[in-house]
Structures are given as C-alpha cells and as structure tokens.
C-alpha cells in the first residue's frame, strides 16, 4: 500500500546493521519471550520500510540490562517483530525501569520504540456515582449490561479527563527527557466510556440527562452519533492529543477502531445485538450500523479486528467448514482495506483459535483449518493491511505466532507491493468459491488466488479499465502483467 509517508524514517536502518549472536553468556529469557524465539525464524527478506510483526508474547520481557535488551531487541528485529513495553501507572517505577533499556535498546538499533498504554485509559467510569445516569427522581444508576464494570452516564465524563490524561504524563515525560521518542503506541480500550450497545440505549432513555443532552433520543442514529462523538473525544483529548503532541510522528491507536463503510461485521465477545438496532442482515448475520469514529479520535493508525468469533460459525450456511470463518473475516479486512485512506497504516488484531468459545461450546463448531487462516492472512495482506497484531494468552501462543510468522516473513518478498501497491479487490463471495486479491503497480499486480470449491480455471478479473486472466496457484502468490 501506499502508505510510506507515517513511517519511513527510523526503522530503515535496522536490519542491516544487527546480527546479533546468541553466545555461551546467552540470557534466560522470560517464557513469553523464548516462546516468540521458538516459533519465528530470522527474516530471508529484509524488513526494509514495513512495520514490524506485533506479537501478544513479545511483550515486557522484565528489567534487562542494556547489554541484554539490545541483544533481545536486535534478535527479534532480525525475525521482523517488534518488541513492545507496556506503561502501568498503577507501578510506575517498575514500569519505567523495565520499558527505558528496551526504548533506548531500539532507539540504539534504529528500530521503533513501541508502548502498549491500555492501563492509563482505565477507568473513565471508575464507579464515582458522579458519572451514574440519573432517573427521574433524581437518584443514580448504572448500566449493567456489559458484564462486571458498571457503566454509567455518557454526558457526565468531562470531569474525568485530567484525571486520565494524568496517568499518560509521567511516562511521556520520561521518554521525552530521556531523549527516546514513541513510535508505535496501542491500548485496549474497550468496556469503558460510552458505547451505544447492548442495553445503553434503554438505559440512557431513562436518564434525565441522557433525555436532555440527546434532541430526538428515540432515534438510534442520533444517539450513536453523540455517544461516539463522546467516545472519539475521550480518545482524542486525553490519550492521542498529548502524545502526539510530544512525538508527532507517532503511530497511535486503539483496539477496534478504524475507518469503515458505515457497518461493523463482527461483536466483541460482550457485545450483542437489540432489536430496534439498525443493522444489514446476511444470512442470520446482523451487521450493526457503524458510527465513522476513526477521523474524530485524532489516532494516526487503524487497528481493526480479524478473530474466529464462535458466534460468526453459525451465523452462515457454508457448508465449507473454513469458509464461514473466512467469508466474516474478509469481509473484516475488505472492510477497514477499502475504507481507510493510503496515508494510514493498518495494524490489525488476529487470532486464530476459536474465540469466545462458551464453556460448553457446540461440538460441530469446527476449529478454522490452518490453511484457510493463513490464505486469509495472505488476502488481508493484498487488501491493504499492513501488517499484524496477533493476540493470544500463553497456552495458545505457539501455534498462534508459528501460523502468522511465516506468512508475515514469506511476504516480504513482495516487500515493493506491499509498500507501494493499490488493492485492486474487495470483493467477498457470496459463497465458497474463487477468492482473488491483489496489489497493483504500474502494469503489475502481484495476485492470490484461493479456491473453497476446488476450481482450477482460470477466472478473469476487471483491474481498473483492464482485465487480467488468474490461473489457479495453489498455495502460491504470482506477479501478472497487465496487457
Ligand atoms: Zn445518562
């Protein structure tokens, strides 16, 4: 993708100028990292410009010296993937004396520093009945329809913001006068703030403030609209504004937001859906109505979300098994591809196990097949993400990193399309058939192509005013030339 301009600078120098060699005096690293080192491979293709592989386990490796963080930082680069350091207020000392080896390991080896901020976001609703609704005899209350946190009035958070902001000031301090500057910073921010789902719309229509503050709350739309607007700002003002005001060129960003064609595909696992809520039905599928959030958030990177939902599985018919994760998942990637603008990069979420699977989940909903998750890693890839974040916990993370992994590193290959290519398809089949994706440059496009029925035809395909024949390529990526 075009998409050079955010990070074309520092990272450039690092893969050339470290190979760094594990001796005798070799350091015990902390599991999570030796689980990363055990499933990735040094790089065949160099990194050159792309943003590195994010990896839930190649995070917070402990307090090393510098000797070993830059060793550690070094070693991971060469395997593609960034090592990342997470800011906890709550532990603010510790969290420094861990993060700095590492921020000035990376800004030694020329590769970006990375935070992980989630825990400074937390909490806007921190139970101070100050932020409940209100009813109409002027007593509080909470919406407790998004599992245990107790979520409360969305017009009531201003007050909250210094506070917030605060808990992100020592540590941009600490970096800036430590001459490190942030290059990646993410946070899971999720059940906190105002969210116009599950039941906050009952709720807030029971609120005498709510009533006020929204002019025609019986109309959803205008109730999402103001509730995300409030969601962007809290973003905005108390998490983006003051970081990128100490390092500009910053990729910020949160966990699921990213620009969108006006519809979310998938839920969080503590989401679901009310009747009343406007939504584009596919199958059993309801796709909500999605507010354009990313824009107002001010964050300088899209983090959209591919996962296997266990509720996606039955929403579709399919009876290819792999087709009903991947047709969802698509439609995700196709999604945030198409609607996000070249400039901003796409780091997206990805997991692979079946997830928020019930206790007692449904024998008959079948685990994604290996193969067809990673030819759905390949497809986002030639449809404009730019790279991936993958999230596990430590039982999964072997076969979750050693899946992404290789397709990240064999991609490089294509280092010039991925960098420079448009996509030239959004297209998801309405049922298992022939998936194409691609990334053109001049007269090249470099194409996958991936079978659900097992055609071996070649499919013609419109690129631009143009037509290009695919054949079938099993397995492979191919450059065509269009004539
Ligand atoms: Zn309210």
Redo the contacts with the bound molecule.
């Keep these: 993708m075009k998409r050079t301009l955010l990070y074309g600078g520092a990272v450039m120098a690092a893969t050339a100028l470290f190979s760094v060699s594990f001796s005798a005096e070799t350091p015990k690293w902390p599991q999570n990292i030796q689980t990363v080192l055990d499933n990735t491979k040094p790089l065949e293709f160099s990194r050159g410009k792309r943003l590195p592989l994010y990896l839930w386990p190649a995070m917070d490796p402990g307090t090393l010296s510098d000797t070993d963080a830059e060793a550690l930082v070094g070693e991971l680069d060469r395997r593609g993937v960034g090592l990342v350091c997470s800011w906890s207020p709550e532990s603010k000392g510790k969290s420094l004396e861990q993060a700095l080896p590492i921020a000035r390991a990376q800004k030694k080896l020329g590769v970006k520093v990375n935070v992980h901020a989630s825990s400074c976001m937390n909490s806007f609703f921190n139970g101070d009945e100050k932020t409940?609704?209100?009813d109409k005899d002027g007593k509080p209350f909470w919406d407790d329809s998004f599992g245990g946190g107790k979520m409360?009035?969305?017009?009531?958070l201003d007050f909250r913001k210094d506070s917030i902001k605060e808990r992100f000031t020592p540590f941009i301090k600490a970096y800036k006068d430590a001459g490190l500057y942030v290059g990646f910073i993410f946070t899971d921010w999720e059940i906190d703030g105002p969210i116009e789902f599950n039941k906050a719309w009952e709720?807030?229509r029971?609120?005498?403030?709510?009533?006020e503050?929204v002019k025609n709350i019986d109309d959803f739309a205008e109730f999402q609209k103001d509730l995300r607007i409030i969601r962007s700002e809290l973003q905005h003002d108390c998490y983006a504004q003051p970081v990128l005001n100490a390092f500009p060129q910053a990729l910020v960003g949160n966990y699921a937001v990213y620009p969108n064609d006006g519809y979310r595909y998938w839920y969080d696992w503590f989401e679901y859906y009310v009747d009343g809520q406007p939504c584009k039905t596919d199958q059993k599928a309801k796709y909500r109505k999605w507010y354009q959030d990313f824009p107002l958030t001010g964050f300088t990177f899209a983090m959209p979300v591919f996962y296997t939902w266990y509720r996606t599985y039955d929403w579709y018919d399919f009876t290819k098994n792999d087709y009903r994760w991947f047709y969802n998942m698509l439609l995700n990637a196709s999604n945030a591809g198409k609607s996000t603008p070249a400039d901003i990069p796409i780091i997206s979420f990805v997991h692979w196990h079946t997830t928020g699977a019930p206790k007692k989940s449904d024998a008959k909903v079948a685990q994604m097949s290996e193969w067809a998750y990673q030819e759905f890693l390949w497809h986002a890839l030639l449809r404009g993400i730019d790279t991936f974040f993958v999230w596990c916990g430590s039982k999964n993370a072997n076969p979750e990193v050693s899946l992404v992994a290789p397709v990240y590193a064999a991609a490089q290959e294509y280092g010039d399309f991925l960098e420079k290519g448009t996509p030239i398809s959004f297209e998801v089949p309405a049922k298992p058939g022939t998936v194409i994706s691609g990334l053109k440059i001049g007269n090249k496009v470099l194409v996958r192509r991936t079978d659900f029925d097992g055609s071996q035809k070649p499919v013609e395909i419109a690129v631009g005013n143009k037509k290009i024949v695919v054949p079938a390529m099993p397995g492979k990526c191919r450059i065509l030339k269009i004539k």
């Design positions: 409940a609704h209100i409360g009035c969305p017009f009531t709720f807030s029971k609120c005498t403030r709510c009533r503050n």
